[in-house]
């Protein structure tokens, strides 16, 4: 296992946020958290992180997951939802964030709902191996393939390499994706592929609390640091320029 994607600096603000409707924003009808009280907020799933960092930026602003509506969509969904004011909130990533905010402007960002005000080091994206394929050799090869990648990534976000490369690439398969990154956000990740276990655990913690999970899991026990560690081995520890 090794993480895929993070909320780590030096990029973690812009990388996702509890939108709001621009209507209910420039009317005054909803101003600060606790004004989404009864309002309908969409989420990719309710058994996902987007519950988690929505929920976050809701209690500070006194509320709790019963006092608003959770409506689960896909991402380009939500798009038309906000259109058509069929959700009053969501929680979107880039490039879908930048796409309803900047471009279309049907919707905002509310103060307090950005990750970096509630989520600032916690995994977003794990990369897993089924039981099979971690039994062969092209398992490692695998990773250390995908942590070179990674550390490509990493360098373009941390300014030592030219991030619309990625970005074209990336555009091809998601047409969201402005091919020049104008307006983007991308957020660091551990280019060693060390996964923020105490994340997981974090999230765990409040399913728990919420209703859904209804037994906890050791997920130390099912975290297998071994792929990336070997990786490492191979590449060396990660310096910040081109292996």
Same mark, same amino acid.
């Given at each position: 296992m090794a993480e895929k994607a993070s909320l780590l600096p030096p990029a973690t603000d812009g990388n996702g946020a509890l939108l709001v409707r621009r209507d209910?924003?420039?009317?005054?009808?909803?101003?600060?958290?606790?004004?989404?009280k009864g309002r309908r907020i969409a989420v990719i799933s309710l058994q996902s992180a987007s519950l988690n960092f929505s929920m976050r930026a809701l209690k500070?602003?006194?509320?709790?997951?019963?006092?608003?509506?959770?409506?689960?969509?896909?991402?380009?969904?939500?798009?038309? =939802?906000?259109? $058509?004011? !069929?959700?009053? *909130?969501?929680?979107? %990533?880039? &490039?879908?964030?930048?796409?309803?905010?900047?471009?279309?402007?049907?919707?905002?960002?509310?103060?307090?709902?950005?990750l970096s005000a509630t989520s600032t080091g916690d995994a977003l994206n794990i990369m897993m191996y089924s039981p099979d394929f971690a039994k062969t050799e092209?398992?490692?090869?695998?990773?250390?393939?995908?942590?070179?990648?990674?550390?490509?990534?990493?360098?373009?976000?941390?300014?030592? =390499?030219?991030? $619309?490369? !990625?970005?074209? *690439?990336?555009?091809? %398969?998601? &047409?969201?994706?402005?091919?020049?990154?104008?307006?983007?956000?991308?957020?660091?990740?551990?280019?060693?592929?060390?996964?923020?276990?105490?994340?997981?655990?974090?999230?765990?913690?409040?399913?728990?609390?919420?209703?859904?999970?209804?037994?906890?899991?050791?997920?130390?026990?099912?975290?297998?640091?071994?792929?990336?560690?070997?990786?490492?081995?191979?590449?060396?520890?990660?310096?910040?320029?081109?292996?």
């Amino acid at each position: 296992m090794a993480e895929k994607a993070s909320l780590l600096p030096p990029a973690t603000d812009g990388n996702g946020a509890l939108l709001v409707r621009r209507d209910l924003m420039d009317s005054g009808a909803v101003k600060t958290m606790a004004d989404l009280k009864g309002r309908r907020i969409a989420v990719i799933s309710l058994q996902s992180a987007s519950l988690n960092f929505s929920m976050r930026a809701l209690k500070l602003g006194g509320l709790g997951r019963e006092e608003v509506t959770w409506v689960e969509m896909p991402f380009n969904q939500m798009i038309a =939802a906000f259109e $058509k004011k !069929a959700i009053d *909130a969501a929680m979107m %990533y880039t &490039p879908y964030l930048q796409l309803v905010a900047e471009k279309l402007k049907t919707a905002i960002p509310i103060k307090d709902g950005d990750l970096s005000a509630t989520s600032t080091g916690d995994a977003l994206n794990i990369m897993m191996y089924s039981p099979d394929f971690a039994k062969t050799e092209a398992a490692k090869r695998f990773m250390v393939a995908h942590l070179k990648a990674q550390r490509d990534i990493q360098r373009m976000v941390e300014g030592k =390499a030219d991030l $619309k490369e !990625a970005c074209r *690439a990336v555009a091809k %398969y998601v &047409p969201s994706m402005s091919a020049d990154c104008q307006g983007m956000k991308f957020s660091g990740i551990d280019p060693d592929g060390r996964i923020n276990v105490a994340s997981l655990e974090r999230y765990q913690d409040e399913w728990m609390e919420w209703g859904v999970m209804k037994e906890r899991a050791d997920i130390r026990s099912h975290v297998n640091g071994e792929f990336s560690k070997h990786a490492v081995s191979v590449l060396g520890p990660y310096q910040g320029k081109e292996n």
